[in-house]
């Protein structure tokens, strides 16, 4: 539509019409008001997207290229030295990162899909589905989960999509809890009523009346239980029964690396090559921990104290 | 029978079923083996009679319940079976004797963070709460919201990079041997269990401070204001009693942490604990060991939880006076 003074419109006659803003423009609204800890937030995880997505052009070699020294120090052509093999430190770091994200984004979607569809469903039926799923739910969170997904891979056997599968079911059982929680309150509304005697399908009723009400928490489940799942798999990769070489990937390069700290008096530098994985795996899970800290605060307004 | 003595048995006896369940699914576990896991464990040059040999041994033609009475009866005895590894070399040894020293080390480990722990995030969050909103509670709920985020081989490598190899204050290594006397042991256990407790007392803090700061809003607490109590006294006396449930709670939960966070930590500086020999088990996929690390393992933390359930029911007032 356009408002030139030429033509005749409502826009041009009235003062002031509001128009309704659209996604983007609410978006940006609210970003310009968020705190300072939610940008830095906000900004290291683009950033980290953007060297994931782009990690071909970003790093310097090849993800498994060996050169002629290993655990080279720290210079112009190797900008973090070379590791145990002689592999370049920083392209197994941005390498990593593609790895390392893309696996624990895979597993928590693969969570969420199964524990919210379930716990929506339980929250629908609430008959022996639903304590079927409870109690079973329950059970296995009695068991700590980097125990049993320790016990799981030894049984599978350790490799990504075992790692994927594994830990995403025992972390579903987590949003099973909340999606089953907070869709109990959405459930006895009388507009899923009406659809249900309307003659909805179970996965219509699911999609269309429960699922648009439960997603701000969820949103925010989301981002917690990224950060929990990319430390277990994380943990497990540092372990040596996570994800295996030779993909890089940080926690792997934190445990190969971390003979190097021991030289810390004669190269301080080279002795925080194996800080430099742990580093960025901390500093995602504090940049995630912050946007949904404001995330939460923005959608429900908890607040830490009165 | 008094109402209170019936909730904790009921919890007990709760207890009790999910630790049987949990046995179940670590018993199962065996069941889910790929079907050349004799052929893996026994080695290529295995003939089919030792294959089957093996699969007699493990019972695996047995009825699964049979089996199953037969594992709970010897793990109720102390005895784990006999682990797999060595066993192509003809050498194997009983789980029980591989566990047993190591799991006193954990034990030693995780109760002396315990030790430090507990009443540091107690004296930190209680003192937050008095001291609320100032410099010093906002430094504390900054610092400790980071290092709860942090994974615990991170703060593990930088405590060592700081104070074994920077400034040589603590090893690096913390390989005790069960000869080591106790002065020294505590002294090599130095930078693992402070790696525990940075990672522990965070939550532990913010949870003491919060349940406090959740009372200070009730009526009692303001009448106790009017009437002209100092503030320490106020949080001492009065909101502290009634803390206690959600503190004891959240202490036993982080406990049970522990038993989680000291598998990475004993990696990271070689201690000789059980998390460890776990570890090496997934990897060789010695699954009897694997199997009694982790029943162990969930037993601790089954019995954690059932613990700080009963405190938290016996410490509320409300429950013990019942009308």
């Not at chain 2, 930078?191 to 959740?214: G, Y």
């Amino acid at each position: 539509m356009s408002n030139d003074d030429q033509t005749y419109s409502a826009a041009g006659e009235v003062a002031i019409v509001t128009t309704r803003r659209t996604w983007a423009q609410r978006a940006w609204r609210e970003l310009k008001k968020a705190p300072l800890t939610a940008w830095f937030g906000l900004i290291v995880i683009a950033t980290y997207m953007f060297v994931a997505l782009f990690a071909p052009w970003v790093a310097p070699y090849g993800e498994s290229q060996i050169f002629d020294t290993p655990y080279a120090p720290w210079s112009s052509e190797f900008i973090f030295g070379t590791d145990q093999l002689g592999r370049d430190v920083w392209t197994r770091l941005v390498y990593g990162a593609r790895n390392t994200i893309g696996i624990a984004v895979a597993t928590t979607l693969l969570s969420f899909l199964i524990g919210g569809s379930l716990g929506v469903m339980a929250a629908i039926n609430r008959s022996w589905l639903d304590q079927g799923l409870s109690r079973f739910v329950d059970v296995l969170m009695a068991i700590p989960s980097l125990i049993f997904s320790l016990m799981l891979l030894s049984i599978f056997g350790s490799n990504v999509w075992n790692l994927i599968m594994i830990i995403a079911v025992l972390d579903s059982t987590r949003v099973f809890r909340l999606a089953r929680a907070v869709s109990l309150n959405v459930v006895v509304m009388d507009y899923v009523e009406a659809s249900r005697l309307r003659g909805e399908s179970l996965g219509w009723v699911m999609r269309h009346d429960i699922l648009p009400n439960i997603l701000p928490p969820l949103v925010a489940e989301f981002g917690l239980r990224f950060c929990f799942v990319f430390l277990t798999i994380a943990s497990l990769s540092f372990l040596g029964v996570g994800i295996q070489p030779p993909t890089a990937d940080w926690g792997s390069m934190v445990r190969e690396n971390a003979q190097l700290i021991s030289f810390a008096e004669y190269d301080l530098k080279a002795a925080m090559t194996p800080l430099l994985p742990a580093g960025a795996i901390a500093l995602l899970t504090v940049a995630v921990n912050f946007v949904v800290d404001w995330f939460l605060h923005k959608t429900s307004g908890i607040r830490d104290e009165k | 029978m008094h109402p209170i003595l019936k909730t904790i048995l009921q919890r007990l006896g709760l207890g009790l079923l999910t630790l049987f369940v949990v046995s179940l699914i670590i018993f199962s576990a065996l069941q889910f083996l790929p079907g050349d896991f004799a052929t893996a464990v026994l080695g290529q040059a295995a003939t089919p009679e030792t294959v089957a040999a093996f699969r007699k041994e493990l019972g695996l033609n047995d009825p699964a319940v049979l089996r199953y009475l037969q594992w709970i009866g010897g793990v109720l005895q102390g005895d784990f079976g006999s682990s797999f590894s060595g066993r192509s070399a003809g050498r194997e040894r009983e789980v029980m004797e591989l566990i047993a020293p190591r799991l006193w080390n954990t034990l030693f480990l995780a109760g002396m963070t315990a030790v430090i722990a507990v009443p540091l995030s107690l004296a930190l969050g209680i003192s937050a709460a008095l001291y609320r909103n100032s410099l010093y509670d906002r430094s504390i709920n900054a610092t400790t919201l980071t290092t709860i985020s942090f994974p615990e081989f991170f703060v593990a490598y930088i405590l060592i990079l700081l104070l074994a190899t920077l400034w040589k204050v603590f090893p690096s290594l913390a390989n005790v041997r069960p000869d080591t006397p106790l002065m020294d042991r505590i002294y090599m256990c130095a930078l693992p269990a402070l790696t525990l407790t940075l990672v522990i007392v965070a939550h532990m803090m913010r949870m003491t401070r919060a349940a406090i700061i959740n009372l200070l809003a009730s009526p009692y607490i303001e009448m106790a204001r009017l009437k002209g109590v100092s503030s320490s006294k106020v949080i001492l006396k009065h909101a502290l009693p009634n803390a206690w449930a959600p503190i004891v709670n959240v202490i036993a939960f982080n406990l049970a942490y522990l038993v989680v966070g000291v598998v990475v930590v004993e990696v990271v500086f070689v201690y000789p604990g059980i998390g460890q020999l776990m570890v090496d088990a997934v990897s060789t996929r010695d699954i009897p060991v694997v199997q009694a690390c982790a029943l162990i393992f969930a037993a601790t933390y089954i019995l954690l939880n059932l613990f700080a359930d009963i405190v938290s029911i016996i410490t509320n007032p409300r429950l013990l006076h019942p009308r």
